[in-house]
């Protein structure tokens, strides 16, 4: 498998950039991710370590902002009021984490006018999940059970990043991920008790959407170029391997209360394991989604910076606003 421009892996040691730093400044970073505590962002840090973090944090601020399109496309086609008051939430909620994320990556010293610049001119990574369509109500729930779900599976662990302003962000994001998962479930335990039709949508949705959201973990460990040096440094806790087994492990059981089956034949339970056996993900589809050619990529991309550009007068406003409520101030304290 390859993923687009595969990275070398970074030696993996607390700190890699050698001659960087003052011996004490190097000693008292590696002692505090030895003791498993916090970074902050007026320490000092490796240029890589800071690196790493701008690039996973703005990787996943990306995510929850495009993340919010196929979702946002059903908010006018909810079927009841109290199915459209939920979905807003939910898609308001992915924008305060894009910008709890994005305000964490700040505090690292790259702005998020530049990380949005590099989210509309392509050159940024965001989850490859939310390159595939949602072309059903279904879909909501799909999304909600299987891929928030994956999501909190992924970022508990993170609100033990050894970087403060991370971790922290995470614990209010996981909190809201919980209830993001529960309605997807509930959407899809409703239709699971409807129409014949009903029924079938809910299992196309889930059909769609399972084998993506195992790969939203990342490649296999073998191909994660990253993960030894992550782990290293207390950002990563658990393996992309780990992590999607112990995704699969639990959901499996609430597959049997919604009465919903996986499209994986292998999928079975290894009593010599302790885990569930579960297929090869197709990672050639992985890569040519990363590689910009899933789906939904270009229209992803296309909707993201129409959005920008029609918000152009609503940051000219603000940024004039700012600039009269300054100026006032001014000529008050000179009066
Ligand atoms: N999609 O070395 P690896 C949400 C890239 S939003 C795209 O294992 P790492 C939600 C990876 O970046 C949830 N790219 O990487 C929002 C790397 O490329 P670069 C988003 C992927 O970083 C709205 C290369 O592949 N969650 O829940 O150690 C509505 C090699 O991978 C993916 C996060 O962002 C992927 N799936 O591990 C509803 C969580 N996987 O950068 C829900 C935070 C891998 O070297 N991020 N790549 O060019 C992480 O935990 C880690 O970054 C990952 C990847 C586990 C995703």
């Not at 687009?4 to 700190?15: C, D, K, L």
């Not at 399109?69 to 807003?88: C, G, H, V, Y």
């Not at 995704?247 to 499209?263: H, K, N, R, S, W």
Request: with cysteine; aromatic share 8%.
């Amino acid at each position: 498998m390859t993923v687009s421009e595969p990275r070398t892996p970074h030696a993996v040691s607390a700190v890699t950039d050698a001659g960087e730093g003052t011996d004490e400044e190097r000693a008292l970073f590696e002692s505090v991710i030895a003791d498993d505590k916090r970074i902050e962002p007026r320490d000092w840090m490796p240029s890589a370590y800071r690196r790493t973090l701008v690039r996973q944090m703005s990787q996943h601020a990306h995510s929850e902002i495009i993340g919010m399109q196929p979702e946002a496309n059903w908010i006018t086609r909810a079927p009841s009021l109290k199915r459209k008051a939920i979905l807003m939430a939910k898609v308001q909620d992915e924008a305060g984490h894009g910008l709890y994320l994005y305000s964490a990556t700040e505090t690292l010293g790259t702005g998020r006018d530049v990380l949005n610049d590099q989210l509309i001119q392509g050159k940024a990574r965001y989850s490859s999940i939310f390159n595939y369509p949602a072309p059903t109500w279904a879909d909501m729930g799909a999304i909600g059970w299987l891929v928030d779900g994956a999501a909190i599976v992924n970022q508990v662990p993170l609100c033990r990043a050894s970087f403060g302003p991370y971790a922290r962000a995470m614990v209010r994001i996981c909190k809201e991920e919980s209830f993001h998962q529960r309605q997807g479930f509930e959407i899809l335990l409703e239709l699971m008790q409807g129409t014949l039709a009903q029924q079938e949508m809910a299992q196309d949705a889930v059909n769609r959407w399972f084998a993506p959201s195992l790969m939203m973990f990342g490649p296999p460990d073998a191909e994660s170029t990253n993960s030894a040096q992550s782990m290293a440094w207390n950002i990563k806790r658990f393996s992309n391997d780990e992590l999607r087994q112990r995704f699969v492990d639990m959901l499996v059981p609430q597959a049997e209360v919604l009465g919903i089956t996986f499209p994986d034949p292998e999928l079975a339970w290894n009593e010599e394991r302790g885990h569930y056996d579960f297929g090869e993900l197709d990672w050639d589809e992985f890569a040519e989604v990363l590689a910009g050619r899933g789906p939904c990529n270009a229209q992803r991309l296309q909707r993201r910076r129409d959005a920008h550009n029609d918000g152009a007068w609503v940051r000219e406003a603000a940024a004039a606003y700012a600039r009269k409520t300054a100026a006032r101030a001014v000529e008050g304290a000179a009066a």
